[in-house]
Structure formats: structure tokens, C-alpha cells
């Protein structure tokens, strides 16, 4: 069984109906500092549930293989 914090909960939620999310959004929607928006983007990373990618001159984090929406199950 996975939990996820409230923020990873925004997080998630945003993704479900956008493409992808940069750090100063995710930021701005999560209400938190740069530093815990970092640490929680880079261990999602680490458990290959979100990963970075480069868009339009900017570093963009994106649901991997997004057909499989199982991660976001409650």
C-alpha cells in the first residue's frame, strides 16, 4: 500500500489534467518552498513515478507511460 502526502496528492491531481509541471508551479499550487518541492520531485523521480524531461527551454516533470494511471488510485 503507497500513501502519498497531501502535497504529492496536488501534485498528482495536476498532472491528471496537464501535460506537465515545472517546479515554480508545483511550488506555487503545493504552497511550499523550492527546497520541499525539490526533495519531493526528486524522490518521485527516484521511485520512477514522475520524470524530468526538457520542453520549451524548460525542465518539465511528466507522469511516465501516462496510459497507466494506476498510480494514482487512492
Known amino acids: 500500500l503507497v500513501r502519498y ?28 518552498n523550492m527546497r ?5 520531485l526528486v524522490n518521485l523521480i527516484v521511485l520512477r513515478l514522475i520524470e524530468i524531461t526538457y520542453r520549451e527551454k524548460s525542465i518539465v516533470y511528466v507522469i511516465p507511460g501516462r496510459e497507466n494511471d494506476t498510480i494514482f488510485a487512492p
Open 5 to 32: 502526502s497531501d502535497k504529492e496528492k496536488i501534485l498528482f491531481d495536476y498532472l491528471r489534467s496537464h501535460d506537465s509541471i515545472t517546479l515554480s508551479m508545483f511550488q506555487r499550487i503545493a504552497g511550499i
Open 36 to 40: 520541499k518541492a525539490t526533495t519531493i
